[in-house]
């Protein structure tokens, strides 16, 4: 048998150190994803997939359990009890597409503000205009408020669905502060 690619699930907020002690006692080659993203209002590293990792080993010379019982490590995924491989060119495909984030600068970032108004442009809803309420997680789904059959709705949605619609909406007023109800003369 010859070297293949693995999954590795690691503890969370473990996956240096254990991609670090796989290279080291095990002498494999470790792929851990990371892109610069934005958290708090600042570049930094982080995984791609936290919790996960590749390591490129020979089942037959190395065993699961010593993955397994590497500090940080969690276990190797498996499906039925048996360690799967990741194909070569899924492989492929992943390191080109880190390269690609990494010449882009890092995740993409969305344009939109709290109270933006937006527009979808895909999915069931393309063409509904809502408001951006926030981002779930960096460059992950994000939330919209929509008014739908005359109720406001919240949704989530991807963010690459979205395009801007106009100016931020002012809503207005449903109290005069401490739950006081503003009512018409």
């Known amino acids: 048998m010859s070297k293949r690619w693995y999954v590795v699930h690691t503890k ?11 290279e080291q006692r095990l002498t494999a080659v470790v792929l851990l994803p990371e892109v610069r ?16 990792l590749f390591v490129e080993l020979d089942l037959e ?15 190797l995924v498996a499906f039925g009890g048996v360690p799967k491989p990741v194909p070569a060119k899924v492989m492929q495909a992943l390191q080109a597409r880190l390269a690609e984030i990494d010449a882009q600068g890092g995740l993409p970032q969305h344009p939109f503000k709290m109270g933006d108004r ?16 926030g981002p779930m997680r960096p460059a992950e789904r994000v939330r919209v408020l929509l008014d739908f059959l005359g109720q406001e709705q919240e949704a989530l949605v991807p963010v690459e669905d979205l395009e ?22």
């Open 12 to 22: 969370a907020r473990q996956e240096l150190l254990a991609a670090s002690l796989l």
């Open 37 to 52: 993203q934005r958290y708090r209002g600042q570049m930094r590293v982080a995984p791609l997939f936290p919790g996960y």
């Open 61 to 75: 010379q190395s065993e699961a359990s010593a993955v397994n019982n590497t500090p940080g490590v969690i276990r």
């Open 118 to 133: 937006v527009r979808l442009k895909e999915g069931p809803l393309a063409g509904l205009e809502a408001v951006f309420v």
């Open 164 to 185: 801007p619609a106009g100016g931020p909406v002012k809503r207005p007023r449903r109290t005069r502060g401490k739950g006081r109800v503003i009512r018409a003369m």
